[in-house]
């Protein structure tokens, strides 16, 4: 578990990373989110670091039309 000041900070950065992202485009929010969540599990919690892979994740979803 990760302590409220992180949570928050995870929270946040998801939220603009996919803030033009549709809720209901689950697979790639799942997506995101697991990758914000992986390396934050890993010590990674610089913001900066964690939107950029928020973004690499949100570029490299799998899609669900295809």
């Given amino acids: 578990m990760f302590d409220t000041t992180t ?6 950065v998801f939220n603009e990373v996919c803030e033009d992202v549709s809720r209901y485009e689950t697979v790639a929010r799942t997506h995101v989110a697991s990758r914000i969540l992986e390396a934050a599990t890993n010590g990674d919690t ?21």
């Avoid at 939107?51 to 949100?58: N, P, T, V, Y």
Wanted: net charge positive; aromatic share 4%.
């Fill in 7 to 12: 949570t928050a900070l995870l929270r946040a």
């Fill in 46 to 66: 610089s913001p900066e670091r964690l939107k950029q892979l928020g973004h690499e994740a949100l570029h490299d979803a799998p899609t669900t039309w295809r």
